[in-house]
T-cell receptor, first 115, second 111 residues
């Protein structure tokens, strides 16, 4: 298993601003992911955070809107840029441990409300 | 397009009842099916299923996979109010760790 710390846990933001969410893992992991969960919806993958290279984004998500950093194997950040009320969501960092099992562990999530 | 469908979307029961949650999937490649419980924000891992017909059990929760019919069920016996949560089903389709999630089933257990 892995212990994943995310911050902030929640924030209220103004339209047009940007916010960076941090994800810290207590051990080195190969795969880190960022998911979004909009109100009443299930989880949608935003991107895979790649260590030392650009993140891999899913369809519908772009780097300009959701820039991601991953400077090492235990840390990643997701920035939500130029926020609008539609960005109000829970953002979840997750890691894959045991590369052959596919078991994902999640951070506590960051609940963003954009006014 | 790969998809995971859960049913029912919501369910209200009373303590002591037994519930069955359903998850069906259509994916190009299949490695495993996972169940998560989400109470507030972070989903917590319950089970991972890779083989048909082998029941995984943890206390009052159990789950089984049918790879021929492409579905899984999650059973909760003698439900308690603490079981109230959203239960998420996800499939690992050999896509570099990416999981495809269903919509979730929101379970509410009344005293």
């Amino acid at each position: 298993s892995a212990v994943i710390s995310q911050k902030p846990s929640r924030d209220i933001c103004q339209r047009g601003t940007s916010l960076t969410i941090q994800c810290q893992v207590d051990s080195q992991v190969t795969m880190m992911f960022w998911y979004r969960q909009q109100p009443g919806q299930s989880l949608t993958l935003i991107a895979t955070a790649n260590q030392g290279s650009e993140a891999t984004y899913e369809s519908g998500f772009v780097i300009d809107k959701f820039p991601i950093s991953r400077p090492n194997l235990t840390f990643s950040t997701l920035t939500v840029s130029n926020m609008s009320p539609e960005d109000s969501s829970i953002y979840l960092c997750s890691v894959l441990t045991g590369s052959n099992t596919g078991e994902l562990f999640f951070g506590e999530g960051s609940r963003l409300t954009v006014l | 397009e790969d998809k995971v469908v859960q049913s029912p979307l919501s369910l209200v029961v009373h303590e002591g009842d037994t519930v069955t949650l359903n998850c069906s999937y259509e994916v190009t490649n299949f490695r495993s099916l996972l169940w998560y419980k989400q109470e507030k924000k972070a989903p917590t891992f319950l089970f991972m299923l890779t083989s048909s017909g082998i029941e995984k059990k943890s206390g009052r929760l159990s789950s089984i996979l049918d790879k021929k019919e492409l579905f899984s069920i999650l059973n909760i016996t003698a439900t308690q109010t603490g079981d109230s949560a959203i239960y998420l089903c996800a499939v690992d389709g050999f896509q570099g760790g990416k999981l495809i999630f269903g919509q979730g089933t929101e379970l509410s257990v009344k005293p």
